[in-house]
């Protein structure tokens, strides 16, 4: 393989029933930096039916250029219409770079892509860079458990691929001035009804009355420390005086103490919040890449050593059962009208 003949960066654009996902938009930010670093135009790739606004927004959040594939058999995700799609572009175009966000259809669709393209793929990435001597990409995740941190080089295929967990990096700011039709291609598919083993009949979506624990601003996770699900009572009610959610680490789901949808950590979602209440949480390495980049972290924990120390702004060494029902009651009184 020449890899000098592949150029540029691709964005995965995975939109859903017309709605783009909050990933692209993450991944459009950070490839923004990427090949500005490599010197090469920025493209977002998607793919859907009568989704034309979509294309536009992409550009107003970082893309260079948008490739639009518009068919009807790729209105919903299909592991083989996308597969397909996707790799003709990529065999006619020659990215060296491909970002897909590890949701359950990127974690689906980017091993496929990587064994179709005889490349590799780097799983659950949480930072990217490049390598100036090189100009290789340097993609770093979770390894040995969680108990170290890799970065792998994808040093003699193309393209270079990876999968980001939603929540890891930041969106732009939005820019209207970006949009420009003419940066917008849009391609014909060439699929047929033979290429498609599986056929989309019906879309039932599940209703969960849960909240979307990458979006929250405050959130008050608890861990084993917290004891049982009775008692992550007082952290719900800490959090809805605050305006906020609860979220939990691995420990506290395996329990069953928890949804699985609010667990944080490397098995879990990555959150940003403003303020983060870990309460009765260790601090594993696994937890704390879910969430060490909230702008504010307090840390509740009997145990003044414990790893979540290291990573908060604040620590309160104590019986959580004490000090949250404390905490309540002192911002109801202050801050509650």
């Known amino acids: 393989m020449n890899i000098s003949e592949y150029k540029g960066v691709w964005v995965f654009a995975e939109q ?31 793919l859907g ?7 536009k927004e992409l550009l107003a959040y970082g893309a260079d250029n948008v490739i639009y ?20 572009l990529v065999n006619e175009r020659k990215p060296e770079a491909m970002f897909i966000g590890a949701t359950f259809v990127g974690r ?3 091993p496929r892509l990587a064994a179709r393209l005889s490349t590799g793929l780097t799983a659950d990435c949480t930072a990217l860079d490049v390598e100036e001597e ?10 040995f458990g969680g108990n170290l941190m890799a970065t792998i080089m994808c040093t003699e295929h193309r393209p270079q691929m990876s999968t980001v967990r939603p929540g ?10 970006r949009i420009d039709d003419n940066k917008i291609e849009k391609v014909s598919s060439k699929l047929t009804e033979d290429d498609l083993k599986v056929k989309i009949l019906e879309v039932i979506k599940e209703s969960k009355d849960l909240v979307d624990i990458s979006e929250a601003q405050i959130i008050v996770a608890g861990g084993r420390g917290v004891g049982s699900k009775e008692n992550f009572k007082i952290l719900e009610d800490l959090a809805d005086a605050m305006g906020g959610t609860v979220a ?5 789901i395996d329990n069953g103490w928890i949804d699985h949808e609010l667990q944080v950590g490397q098995t879990g979602k990555t959150v940003r919040p403003v303020v ?10 696994q937890h704390l890449a879910g969430m060490q980049d909230s702008d504010y972290i307090i840390a509740i924990n009997k145990d003044s050593g414990a790893s979540i120390m290291s990573v908060a702004d604040v620590g309160l060494v104590g019986d959580l059962n004490k000090i949250v029902p404390e905490m309540t009651a002192q911002f109801k009184d202050n801050y509650v009208e």
């Open 16 to 46: 859903r029933d017309g709605e783009l996902q909050k990933v692209a938009l993450e991944l459009l930010g950070n490839g923004r930096n990427i090949a500005d670093k490599l010197g090469v135009e920025l493209t977002a790739v998607l």
């Open 49 to 55: 039916d009568k989704v034309d606004d979509l294309a």
């Open 69 to 88: 594939v518009e068919d009807e058999k790729l209105a919903h995700y299909t592991t083989d219409g996308y597969t397909k799609a996707i790799c003709e």
């Open 108 to 110: 689906d669709l980017g």
């Open 134 to 143: 090189t100009g290789h990409l340097m993609m770093t995740r979770p390894a």
């Open 168 to 177: 890891v990096f930041t969106k732009l700011q939005r820019d209207e001035s």
């Open 248 to 252: 939990g680490s691995r420990a506290a």
């Open 276 to 285: 983060y209440i870990a309460c009765g949480i260790s601090g594993a390495i």
